[in-house]
């Protein structure tokens, strides 16, 4: 069973079946029920959260034979090639995976011709923000006269990166982050019909991660099943995921609360002897002081953040005993830590200086709230709300495997260039892929390669990507900056322990 087939399976093939998004399904059934279907839609949400599945079940029924009603029926023709995307008056392209310039411009012939079968020509564009300004500008010429039997269901996970001239021509609908309970009991639901046990526990995890997109949810789930021997454990979630249980994270809080130096390095120890990635462990523990904060200052604002009630109850009384200055003064440290590591040798080294950060040891003393600027944020909270947003690197690395196995199915020689590449980041949706040789990187440049890299990372998280090759050297400047950094921090070491610096590899 491939690791797909779960979000396959439970795509929802009716609007009643939609988690989360009543207000959208019942401003369309409204609407098919009256017969005042608009010509284009703007479906705009954070991913996983349905557009794609939504988007389908408005194809369908428009067009159901025995329609147009607030349902599919699901069982006509039309219903079912829809549902397989074989009909050809339903059209779906994905703007990020070649930025659509082809299919735009057959979409701006072919758009007046009347539908070939259907009752509606549906085009359905995927991540429509990743369109070319060329392709963009060729699709606003379409929708400001649409032909009266074409539907247009553009889909987007950036709303602010359309062109205001695009957005204004459609109806707006805004999917939401599903809730922790909604995404529970979605997985709840999938763990029922399965021959096989799943702790509530490990579904938690599963629920968390996923932080409110439904797909992450149930592509962890499908990959942790695969993983587990039979029933499956909150370790066999935890495996997957590469992490450690948060339950470290509250023992290593508690040992900085008591100011219990040792016990707090030996935590850092086991996690490092189990060889974790550290990298990793510190994004957890940015993860874990965000959360915190999240439970202290909006407490019943946990759970729809996604935090399992039994933990946001432990995390409330930690996080009072802790003080918001001082989960400020940790996320502060952890991001700093998570800046340096990257580029560290000696991984532990820095974590061990963290935890003497966090004791105040060296001469640091503890923020007081003062530094509550007059936005109410702490300079840390904004810090904090930055470092939330490089999960996507996190989860582009966890599934690069994945990705890389998907690749090698389809090209051996783009396989083999990428195994000597590094995912250096993916901001907007764009892959960077570090090469240390140049000629690799030429060779990786090839359209067809990153295409085909592209498709990978659809295939695999479900949302297309673009590709920026770069030689490694030439982030050179930034990791000069970087370095510069781990200088200072092999001072403050020298600071700490007394000592004197002899040499370093820095050649100073
Ligand atoms: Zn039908």
Same mark, same amino acid.
Not at 13 to 22: I, Y
Not at 93 to 104: F, L, Q
């Given at each position: 069973?491939?690791?797909?087939?779960?979000y396959?399976?439970?795509?929802?093939?009716?609007?009643?079946?939609?988690?989360?998004q009543?207000?959208?399904a019942?401003?369309?059934?409204?609407?098919?029920?009256?017969?005042?279907?608009?010509?284009?839609?703007?479906?705009?949400?954070?991913?996983?959260?349905?557009?794609?599945?939504?988007?389908? !079940?408005?194809?369908?029924?428009? /067009?159901?034979?025995?329609?147009?009603?607030?349902e599919?029926?699901?069982?006509c023709?039309?219903?079912?090639?829809?549902g397989a995307s074989?009909?050809?008056?339903?059209?779906? !392209?994905?703007?990020a995976? /070649?930025?659509?310039?082809d299919?735009?411009?057959?979409?701006?012939?072919?758009?007046?011709?009347?539908?070939? *079968?259907?009752?509606?020509?549906?085009?359905?564009?995927?991540?429509?923000?990743?369109?070319?300004?060329?392709? #963009?500008?060729?699709? &606003?010429k379409?929708?400001?006269?649409?032909?009266?039997h074409?539907?247009?269901?553009?889909?987007?996970?950036?709303?602010?990166? &359309?062109?205001?001239?695009?957005?204004?021509?459609?109806?707006?609908?805004?999917?939401k982050?599903?809730?922790?309970?909604?995404?529970?009991?979605?997985?709840?639901?999938?763990a029922?019909?399965?021959?096989?046990k799943?702790?509530?526990?490990?579904?938690q995890?599963?629920a968390?991660e996923?932080?409110?997109?439904l797909?992450?949810?149930?592509?962890?789930?499908?990959?942790?099943?695969?993983?587990?021997?039979?029933?499956?454990?909150?370790n066999?979630?935890?495996?997957?995921l590469?992490?450690?249980g948060?339950?470290?994270?509250?023992?290593?809080?508690?040992?900085?609360?008591?100011?219990?130096?040792?016990?707090?390095?030996?935590?850092?120890?086991?996690?490092?002897? #189990?060889?974790?990635?550290?990298q990793?462990f510190?994004?957890?523990?940015?993860?874990?002081?965000?959360?915190?904060?999240v439970?202290?200052?909006?407490?019943?604002?946990?759970?729809l953040?996604?935090?399992?009630?039994?933990?946001?109850?432990?995390?409330?009384?930690?996080g009072k #005993?802790?003080?918001?200055?001082?989960?400020?003064?940790?996320?502060s440290?952890?991001?700093?830590?998570?800046?340096?590591?990257?580029?560290?040798?000696?991984?532990?080294?820095?974590?061990?200086?963290?935890?003497?950060?966090?004791?105040?040891?060296?001469?640091?003393?503890?923020?007081?709230?003062?530094q509550?600027?007059?936005?109410?944020?702490?300079?840390?909270?904004?810090?904090?709300? *930055?470092?939330?947003?490089?999960?996507? &690197?996190?989860?582009?690395?966890?599934?690069?495997?994945? !990705?890389?196995?998907?690749?090698?199915?389809?090209? !051996?020689?783009?396989h083999? &260039?990428?195994?000597?590449?590094?995912?250096?980041?993916?901001?907007?949706?764009v892959?960077q892929?570090?090469?240390?040789?140049?000629?690799?990187?030429?060779?990786?440049?090839?359209?067809?390669?990153?295409?085909?890299?592209?498709?990978?990372?659809?295939?695999?998280?479900?949302?297309?990507?673009?590709?920026?090759?770069t030689q490694?050297?030439?982030?050179?400047?930034?990791?000069?900056?970087?370095?510069?950094?781990?200088?200072e921090?092999?001072d403050?070491? #020298?600071?700490?322990f007394g000592?004197?610096?002899?040499? /370093?590899?820095?050649?100073?």
């Amino acid at each position: 069973m491939s690791y797909q087939t779960l979000y396959r399976r439970w795509r929802p093939q009716a609007f009643a079946e939609v988690t989360g998004q009543e207000h959208v399904a019942r401003t369309l059934q409204n609407a098919l029920e009256q017969g005042r279907v608009a010509h284009a839609y703007l479906f705009c949400g954070p991913r996983g959260t349905g557009k794609t599945s939504v988007a389908k !079940i408005l194809a369908k029924a428009v /067009n159901c034979l025995n329609g147009p009603a607030r349902e599919p029926c699901n069982n006509c023709s039309f219903c079912q090639d829809i549902g397989a995307s074989r009909l050809l008056d339903v059209l779906e !392209i994905d703007a990020a995976s /070649n930025r659509g310039i082809d299919e735009i411009r057959e979409l701006r012939e072919k758009v007046r011709y009347a539908p070939v *079968e259907a009752r509606r020509k549906v085009y359905i564009i995927d991540e429509v923000h990743m369109l070319t300004t060329e392709a #963009a500008n060729a699709l &606003l010429k379409t929708l400001e006269e649409p032909p009266a039997h074409v539907l247009f269901i553009l889909a987007t996970t950036e709303p602010h990166r &359309l062109p205001a001239t695009v957005v204004s021509r459609c109806q707006r609908l805004d999917f939401k982050l599903i809730s922790f309970a909604g995404i529970m009991e979605r997985l709840r639901t999938v763990a029922g019909e399965l021959d096989r046990k799943v702790s509530e526990a490990a579904l938690q995890i599963i629920a968390e991660e996923a932080a409110g997109g439904l797909r992450d949810a149930l592509s962890l789930f499908e990959q942790a099943l695969a993983y587990a021997e039979s029933d499956v454990t909150e370790n066999d979630v935890l495996s997957v995921l590469g992490s450690v249980g948060r339950d470290v994270f509250y023992d290593f809080t508690a040992a900085i609360l008591e100011g219990d130096l040792s016990a707090a390095l030996l935590i850092v120890n086991d996690v490092s002897s #189990a060889g974790r990635d550290l990298q990793h462990f510190t994004q957890q523990a940015i993860a874990y002081y965000r959360d915190l904060m999240v439970v202290l200052s909006c407490r019943e604002e946990a759970e729809l953040l996604g935090i399992a009630p039994e933990w946001a109850d432990r995390l409330a009384g930690q996080g009072k #005993a802790m003080g918001l200055a001082l989960v400020a003064r940790a996320l502060s440290v952890f991001h700093d830590l998570s800046a340096e590591i990257r580029w560290s040798t000696r991984p532990r080294l820095l974590w061990e200086l963290a935890v003497f950060r966090l004791l105040g040891i060296g001469g640091e003393t503890l923020p007081g709230l003062e530094q509550v600027t007059q936005t109410g944020k702490t300079d840390t909270g904004k810090r904090a709300e *930055e470092a939330a947003e490089t999960p996507d &690197l996190r989860q582009m690395s966890r599934m690069w495997p994945r !990705i890389l196995e998907q690749v090698k199915r389809e090209s !051996i020689q783009a396989h083999a &260039l990428l195994l000597e590449a590094e995912l250096c980041g993916c901001a907007g949706q764009v892959l960077q892929i570090g090469f240390k040789s140049d000629f690799h990187r030429e060779m990786m440049e090839k359209p067809e390669y990153k295409q085909l890299l592209g498709t990978a990372v659809k295939t695999v998280l479900g949302y297309g990507a673009g590709v920026h090759c770069t030689q490694l050297g030439s982030l050179g400047k930034d990791a000069q900056e970087k370095k510069m950094s781990q200088e200072e921090i092999v001072d403050t070491a #020298a600071e700490i322990f007394g000592g004197k610096i002899m040499a /370093n590899d820095a050649g100073r």
